[in-house]
């Protein structure tokens, strides 16, 4: 049997190109530190759990470097297309940002759980989107379909393209994308 899918989606960690929202408040060089220390936390801690597998879904598509688990281009699209894409090359699978400081091997776990009696399970995010999103067989069609996304509406639109569906949610996390989360995950 294969086992379920953990996507981390991830950028290229390269100066310049990640957490820019966070660099205007700390400056490039510190972001792009915090960025690398998550993805190699999130990697160490997530990659080795026999649960799952890991793979990271990376932008832009031929970036490479020593990231420790399988890279997949995340292709062509907005974030919805992306992601919807990377999910489906599973029967059941769990993606997840890669900045979320709280985020750990219970959460994966209470995910993969949530799915055992819903179609699709939640971690909302304290902005208004999400910090996780995973599918099982039964998933929505379009679940992503004109998401408002990087505003407070992103989960509210999600979920209602997910009507008809069961629907899991999880606990509330913070992902970092200003100076203002990173202060406030510490």
Request: charge should be positive; hydrophobic fraction near 40%; charged fraction near 30%.
């Amino acid at each position: 049997m294969r086992r379920d899918a953990l996507i981390l989606f991830a950028r290229a960690p390269r100066l310049g190109t990640v957490k820019r929202r966070l660099a205007q408040g700390i400056g490039a060089m510190a972001a792009l530190r915090f960025y690398r220390g998550q993805l190699r936390r999130l990697v160490r801690e997530l990659g080795r759990d026999p649960r799952w597998r890991l793979e990271l879904a990376v932008t832009p598509d031929g970036a490479r470097w020593p990231a420790g688990a399988p890279l997949r281009p995340q292709g062509r699209g907005d974030l919805g297309q992306r992601m919807q894409r990377a999910l489906g090359r599973h029967r059941r699978a769990v993606l997840v940002g890669s900045d979320i400081p709280g985020l750990g091997k219970a959460d994966v776990a209470a995910a993969f759980r949530a799915l055992g009696r819903a179609d699709a399970v939640f971690g909302p995010s304290e902005d208004g989107g999400y910090w996780l999103v995973g599918f099982g067989p039964r998933r929505p069609e379009h679940p992503f379909a004109a998401v408002r996304w990087s505003t407070g509406h992103a989960l509210a639109d999600t979920l209602a393209n997910c009507r008809g569906h069961r629907i899991a949610l999880l606990r509330r996390l913070r992902d970092v994308d200003t100076a203002e989360d990173l202060e406030a995950a510490r």
